[in-house]
């Protein structure tokens, strides 16, 4: 396996960076957000959910702390939250080895209670497998007990999740993928539009300690504030056994969250 | 041979003109009655067809090219009317083929969509095929951007004489390995220039994360050395040239290469030589197409309208057009031709945007917008989703000022509409 795609040994880096911190406000502590292979698993916005957490953290009076894994670094100490995203089938192919290399340090984390949110691409490889349509098998982590499989429909559009725990969650979908649960966890909801998991069972997404396993790529969290909260509320408790929440704004994201559930699927 | 098609599609072709009808209707007729008229007629031009296909930048090249060739002294054929899919082509044919089905003209240059394109190659091969990017927009079509390299595949596959690819884009440049019949030309970019073109693949590694270093890249028939205020250098054949340029954006002065590599291969295809100095003055004169980096004078200054595609388009966008000293509109929409998913807006960095912030938003999506913005610490100033109220909004607030709207396709016509009510809109370039 080389240690990276191909596309990426392409000409310069373009990283985004975090807006600049408002220094007058003391922090109520730091919290460190691993991005899992945003080299190779980034194709819709995931960026979008780091950002999110980033700057919540900050309306929450944290520290947020960026970090990233990619094909072949060392596993960073110490994370506090991991976050992990789609991608095109040749990329989940670039990772495969290496996720697998890393699989008894992500259980061991998400068996401990760490917050984690896998979309689309990861979320398949968190599964025991994937298995292609043309029947090759590539194999999950199996931190989550799902399995998928590839076929020819392409299942792509608008989606309104209905959660019990989060309330009604919006976001799109792009898989060719479809993903079944097994009793080892829950659904994240069930769609109100929208396919979600696979055009038969109505279920989105996968619940499992404290992971959330989702195919609504890319901008997941900017218009749904209380996943997002949920995963730093999460990840503040485990660090320093209690989380005080700051007041962000969320005007914005009720307003784009009431115009999305209007558009067409 | 006279087929009694042509008569008929011209015919249903005056009809629906006259009841305001849509362009591609005439060639839907023809195509039904007659499935071998494209293949037949454009099979009869001495220096064959062209292609220009990609994700972006496909209507202002194809516009170059035509220009380009024009000062060569060629004729020639393209779908001037933007319909870029086969039944469009039919359409456009219908109209400049004499009563007998004969088209008076050299060479074919064609605008055609990525998919519909596959479709028309197999009907017709053309002699050239130029295929400009494989940018992120449209998965909610083509579910991959892997997807839409395989469709730029089948056309250079299918593809004669000459295949003119991207160096710069790997997903196009690697077209070039799986090719055996057609010669391959390249356009390419000085190295200085390459960050400005961030590809997809690159869009996301950490800031201060190490580099990979680039490969060796094949030599390029044209490359982009320099891209000034309102000039550029080119160089070809070993000379480096420098020409004045109407068109703004780094990224159509990039397909201005490919322009120039094409319509030197196709020119140079006759055996009469090509006029360089013409080239590079019919180069000079190239005004962007209909919304796309179009600058228009409102109220006395100048209103730029930037479409933004995907997010490598909209940060080009940014880059290429700072925003100091302009009031800014994004307008939004998540119609089909603008694409459905709004994930991309979260690919794009808005900082270049904080200083000055964002007078007016709008758009089906105008609230999408500004949970974006809000996440890069952009100001906002109005948000209202109706794009009429919101475009009187701008204007009336930013008096005084140069405006800059960026905008998605939808949009783009939607303000084109509303300008044109509210003020006398005068195209500058």
């Known amino acids: 396996m080389t240690p990276q795609s191909p596309e990426s040994a392409h000409g310069p880096s373009f990283g985004h960076e975090l807006p600049p911190e408002n ?76 996720l697998l290399s890393r699989e008894s340090t992500l259980k061991a984390l998400a068996e401990d209670g760490m917050p984690m949110l896998v979309i689309c691409g990861l979320y398949q490889l968190f599964g025991k497998f994937f298995k292609t349509r043309l029947g090759s098998v590539i194999p999950g982590i199996g931190v989550l007990d799902v399995e998928t499989h590839g076929t020819d429909e392409r299942l792509i559009g608008n989606v309104t999740v209905s959660s019990p725990e989060f309330g009604s969650i919006l976001g799109y979908e792009n898989h060719s993928g479809q993903t079944t649960l097994g009793p080892g ?81 | 041979m006279l087929y009694f098609s042509v008569p008929l599609g011209k015919l249903v072709r005056r009809v629906s003109r006259l009841r305001g009808g849509g362009s591609a209707l005439p060639g839907l007729v023809v195509e039904k009655i007659d499935p071998g008229f494209m293949q037949r007629t454009l099979s009869t031009l001495p220096l064959g067809v062209a292609v220009v296909s990609g994700t972006n930048g496909k209507t202002t ?43 008076e003209a050299d060479v074919a240059v064609l605008e055609l969509d990525e998919a519909h394109a596959v479709h028309f190659v197999n009907k017709v091969p053309p002699r050239y095929s130029l295929l400009l990017n494989v940018l992120r927009d449209q998965l909610d ?182 925003a100091a000293g302009y009031a800014t509109m994004i307008a939004i929409n998540d119609n089909y031709a603008d694409g459905r998913d709004m994930s991309w807006l979260w690919d794009v960095e808005f900082d270049t945007l904080r200083d000055g912030g964002v007078d007016q938003l709008t758009g089906s999506r105008a609230y999408d917008m500004a949970l974006r913005l809000q996440y890069d610490d952009v100001a906002i100033g109005a948000v209202d989703t109706e794009i009429a109220p919101a475009l009187a909004a701008f204007i009336r607030g930013a008096q005084g000022k140069p405006k800059r709207i960026f905008c998605t396709y939808t949009a783009m016509l939607a303000i084109r509409r509303e300008l044109s009510k509210i003020t006398t809109v005068e195209v500058v370039s």
């Open chain 1, 23 to 98: 220094p007058a406000v003391p922090s109520k502590g730091t919290i460190r957000v691993l991005q899992l292979y945003p080299r190779d698993m980034n194709i819709y916005g995931d960026w979008g959910n780091a950002l999110v957490l980033a700057q919540r953290l900050r309306w929450h009076g944290y520290t947020p702390e960026l970090l990233e894994y990619n094909v072949g670094d060392p596993f960073p100490a110490d994370v506090d939250l991991i976050v992990g995203g789609g991608g095109q089938d040749s990329g989940q192919l670039v990772i495969q080895d290496d």
């Open chain 1, 185 to 265: 966890v829950a659904p994240l909801g069930t769609t109100a539009k929208g396919t979600g998991n696979n055009s038969t069972d109505g279920q989105e997404g996968a619940r499992y300690r404290n992971i959330v396993a989702s195919y609504l790529h890319g901008s997941l969290l900017p218009k749904n504030p209380a996943l997002a909260d949920f995963l730093i509320r999460t990840a503040v408790e485990r660090k320093y056994g209690s989380f005080t929440p700051g007041t962000p704004d969320d005007s914005y994201a009720v307003l784009a969250r009431e115009h999305a559930a209007r558009r067409p699927r």
């Open chain 2, 61 to 103: 090249t194809t516009k170059m090219v035509v220009e380009l060739l024009e000062s060569q002294g060629l004729k020639v054929f393209t779908n001037r009317t933007g319909s870029n899919f086969t039944r469009g082509v039919a359409a456009a044919l219908l109209g400049e083929v004499d009563w007998r089905g004969r088209l």
């Open chain 2, 141 to 322: 079509r083509f579910g991959e951007i892997d997807k839409t390299a395989e469709l730029l595949q089948h056309i250079a596959s299918k593809t004669t004489g000459t295949v003119v690819l991207n160096r710069e884009d790997p997903r196009v440049a690697r077209i070039a390995a799986t090719l055996d019949g057609p010669e391959v030309l390249y356009f390419g970019l000085d190295d200085s220039l390459l960050s400005t073109f961030p590809n997809d693949d690159d869009m996301r590694a950490a800031p201060g994360s190490p580099v990979p270093a680039a490969p060796a890249r094949p030599a390029a028939d044209v490359v982009l050395r320099r891209v000034g205020a309102d000039d550029a250098d080119f160089e070809y054949d070993g000379v480096t040239v420098t020409t004045a340029m109407k068109l703004r954006g780094v990224y159509n002065i990039f397909n201005a290469a490919a322009a120039l590599t094409l319509a030197r291969a196709i020119s140079g295809a006759r055996g009469t030589g090509t006029d360089q100095a013409g080239l590079v003055s019919a180069l000079s004169k190239v005004a962007p197409a209909f919304g796309r980096g179009e600058s228009l004078v409102v109220d006395g200054l100048p209103l730029e309208l930037v479409l933004v595609k995907n997010p490598s388009g909209f940060r080009l966008g940014l880059k290429s057009f700072p």
